[in-house]
């Protein structure tokens, strides 16, 4: 019986209802029903439900197919979920999105990555000061 089911107080359920919500308001403003959202997500319709009110807690693996269903970013999902501190310092969702993206080829995601890492550490090497290089001495010829 549903009524015997154990309610608890724990510092995860307003997350959990905050993530519920969230997924609920995102299908809402996606157009998209529950039953559409489980079969875009691979997931059961029941299983969306009880997530949407709060009354399952998602893994990782679930978070991201929803978010893919939802088209929001996975990690949105997770700091709501209380997966991921959102105040946390963690890699940028620059280097995610161009790995992401299926478009790309390997080297060109490769290229791309070091072009942005090379301007994120510019800078913060600008940030410091620092003597000038000098500069490279040219190769020279062995006799």
Do not use: C, W
Not at 13 to 28: C, T, V
Not at 96 to 104: E, K, P, S, T, Y
Not at 121 to 139: L, T, V
């Amino acid at each position: 019986m549903a009524d015997n089911e154990p309610t608890e107080a724990s510092p995860d359920a307003p997350r959990s209802s905050s993530l519920g919500e969230f997924i609920a308001s995102q299908r809402r403003a996606a157009e998209m029903s529950l039953r559409q959202l489980a079969e875009r997500a691979g997931i059961s319709n029941p299983y969306v439900s009880q997530i949407e009110r709060g009354l399952r807690k998602p893994s990782a693996e679930v978070l991201q197919s929803l978010a893919v269903a939802l088209s929001v970013s996975a990690e949105s999902l997770f700091v709501k979920a209380g997966m991921i501190d959102p105040d946390a310092e963690r890699p940028s969702s620059v280097v995610g999105a161009i790995h992401n993206d299926r478009r790309l080829s390997d080297a060109q995601k490769q290229a791309l990555t070091d072009v942005y890492l090379a301007f994120v550490s510019g800078a913060e090497s600008r940030s410091e000061p620092s003597s000038p290089k000098p500069p490279a001495e040219p190769a020279q010829n062995k006799e």
